[in-house]
Nanobody
């Protein structure tokens, strides 16, 4: 089992940058595929980015490709989301998710496949 704690959210102007962090508990962080999702008011939680156990593979939503970068440091048991060129449409609560897998190259983009979630961190982008 793993517990996840997000941080790094805040208020930023359009065009600015933020880096979100998700710190995981437990000793087997490297066995988990990780993902970032977001949920804006009145909308469903949507996929943003995902990374495989070994960090060899990543996946992104079309809306963030070229602007956001997901990475992980297995020694620090942390996954990051670097967000550049932020837009007001990026405003949402951002959630970190984890799923333990047997295969190191798998990237999970489906919300329903993740068993573990953090509490979320608010990102607000002003115009």
């Amino acid at each position: 089992q793993v517990q996840l704690v997000e941080s790094g959210g805040g208020l930023v102007q359009a065009g600015g940058s933020l880096r979100l962090s998700c710190a995981a508990s437990g000793r087997t962080f490297s066995s988990y595929a990780m993902g970032w999702f977001r949920q804006a008011p009145g909308k469903e939680r949507e996929f943003v980015a995902a990374i495989s156990q070994s960090a060899g593979n990543t996946g992104y939503a079309d809306s963030v490709k070229g602007r956001f970068t997901i990475s992980r440091d297995n020694a620090k048991k942390t996954v990051y989301l670097q967000m550049n060129s932020l837009k007001p449409d990026d405003t949402a609560v951002y959630y970190c998710a984890a799923e333990r897998l047997s295969y190191s190259t798998v990237v999970i983009t489906s919300r329903g496949q993740y068993d573990y979630w953090g509490q979320g961190t608010q990102v607000t982008v002003s115009s």
